[in-house]
Nanobody, 125 residues
Framework: QVQLVESGGGSVQSGGSLRLSCTLS????????MGWFRQAPGKEREGVAA???????TYADSVKGRFTISRDNAKNTLYLQMNSLNPEDTAMYYC???????????????????WGQGTQVTVSS
């Protein structure tokens, strides 16, 4: 059974930083494309960052240069380092795993089959 558990969310002021973690149970985090997504109230879920099995990374334009996706295969954990946060980054953040091992690093919700429960990030001005 695939289980993803996010942690690390919280409330910060504009300009602050947070690091989100996502632990994958039962499977090797390095064997699948993994992604971070976010959803703000009243908005659709959107891709933020993704990493492929070959460590190819992709970022949404809105977070390029501020967010970094990484993983620790030994800990079976995916990370999202978020710097220079602003109020527009406020959302529920989800990690996701692709259904199969693949080379792609997609930001499309439809390319992922398994999702965590989410962790809330709130940025105040």
């Amino acid at each position: 059974q695939v289980q993803l558990v996010e942690s690390g969310g919280g409330s910060v002021q504009s300009g602050g930083s947070l690091r989100l973690s996502c632990t994958l149970s039962g499977y090797n985090v390095g064997s699948y494309s993994m992604g971070w997504f976010r959803q703000a109230p009243g908005k659709e879920r959107e891709g933020v960052a993704a990493i492929s099995v070959y460590s190819i990374t992709t970022y949404a334009d809105s977070v390029k240069g501020r967010f970094t996706i990484s993983r620790d295969n030994a800990k079976n954990t995916l990370y999202l380092q978020m710097n220079s946060l602003n109020p527009e980054d406020t959302a529920m953040y989800y990690c996701a795993r692709a259904p199969k091992s693949g080379w792609f690093a997609s930001l499309l919700v439809s390319d992922y089959a398994y999702w965590g429960q989410g962790t809330q990030v709130t940025v105040s001005s």
